[in-house]
């Protein structure tokens, strides 16, 4: 099963089941305790991608990372707090409305995905993985069912030197058998099943020492095969790495730096996005605050260039139906990009006020 209504998959407004055209929608996370507004509700333009703000919660504190049901009716929150939570709502209406308490899971989650019927959440603070039960109609059920913590510490120069776990994001893989838990202390990337309830790790792959991988994209082949890309946030690069979910480990065939030129210690990137048709990958890098356009070329990729982000410290990215979504956090604004579907640069076309904005997550209602 898909983690959640991924941003490359998310096409135009369709006909649903009942009712005529369904509504695009957009979700916002932000950090509450730098002054955002929590979790807002926007429609989605279909011929411009152009947001507009019709609701929003502000009952979860720092939903700094959301994620989507497939069905569209339930949208999943972590509170990034030392004490971390993650939270469910109903969003069926303008106004999201929780489906019950928040559940406990480890410190600081900063990503979450659906799998197997559980929520998972990367948390960073403690280095762990949660799974949280779902209920059939989407609500959490309590208490988590299991937690893999993990071990190991990575290496580094200076400031960016030993590092201990610090898990990042999990990503379920297209054939719904495993996920991947990215770790940027460990430098690694660990391949991950569900067992009874209980997250467990069946392989790591070792990146470069120092590298710090943040988040992953699997490019959109087929379940038994893929390109996995991976962000890496202390040196600004991407992996690229080829997996087949059957074979277990991941393997690293190299990486490609996102900017031209970065003073160590000043950039750090963020977020990626790969393009429905595999071509691109899109990235974000805070400090030097660009999007970087890279073209996949067989086993690789190539840098073609790089635009400013239309903000400041560019958290996060979506995409859909050829529109690029940019979460600036520290300028308090989400920025849209209209895509060239020939050379994958993009041109911004506008933006909304969302202060402490931490991610957009896209889906249809």
């Known amino acids: 099963m898909t983690p959640e209504v991924d941003a490359t998959d998310v096409g135009r407004a369709d006909v649903g089941t009942v009712g005529g055209p369904r509504r695009r929608r957009a979700y916002i996370g932000s950090f509450t305790s730098a002054g955002g507004p929590g979790v807002l509700v926007a429609d989605v333009d279909d011929r411009s991608g152009a947001l507009t703000v019709v609701g929003g919660a502000d009952d979860v504190p720092d939903p700094s990372y959301l ?5 569209g009716r339930t949208l999943y929150a972590v509170s990034e707090r030392t004490a971390g939570a993650v939270a469910a709502y109903r969003v069926t209406g303008d106004q999201p409305e929780l489906t019950g308490p928040p559940e406990a899971v480890g410190d600081g989650p900063t990503h979450l995905a659906l799998f197997a019927g559980h929520v998972l959440t990367a948390d960073y603070g403690s280095g762990s993985v949660t799974a949280v039960p779902l209920r059939p109609d989407g609500a959490l059920a309590s208490p988590a069912s299991g937690t893999l913590r993990h071990t190991g510490s990575g290496s580094g120069s200076g400031p960016r030197g030993r590092r201990e776990p610090r898990a990042h994001q999990v990503v379920p893989d297209p054939s719904g058998r495993r996920f991947l838990a990215v770790d940027l202390g460990t430098d690694s990337v660990r391949v991950c099943a569900l067992r009874d309830g209980v997250p467990v790790a069946l392989d790591e792959t070792a990146l470069r020492p120092g590298s710090g991988p943040r988040h992953l994209a699997l ?9 996995v890309y991976v962000l890496n946030e202390l040196l600004p690069t991407v992996t690229v790495c080829r997996w087949n979910a059957l074979d277990i480990p991941l393997e690293p065939l190299g990486e490609t730096p996102v900017l031209a030129d970065a003073p160590e210690g000043d950039a750090y990137p963020s977020g990626l996005v790969v393009s429905p048709d595999g071509r691109f990958v899109w990235t974000a890098t805070r400090g030097t605050d660009v999007l970087s356009v890279l073209a996949v070329e067989g086993d690789g990729l190539r840098l073609v260039t790089t635009v400013p982000c239309g903000g400041h410290w560019p958290r996060a990215l979506a995409y859909a139906a050829g529109t690029l979504y940019v979460a600036n956090e520290r300028s ?9 579907p020939h050379t994958g640069l993009p041109v911004r076309a506008g933006s909304i006020e ?8 896209l889906g249809t209602l």
């Open 219 to 227: 490019s959109p082949g087929g379940p038994d095969g893929s390109y």
């Open 67 to 71: 994620a989507l049901a497939p069905d």
């Open 354 to 361: 969302v202060p402490a904005a931490s991610c957009v997550v």
């Open 332 to 340: 308090g604004d989400v920025t849209w990009f209209t895509v060239d």
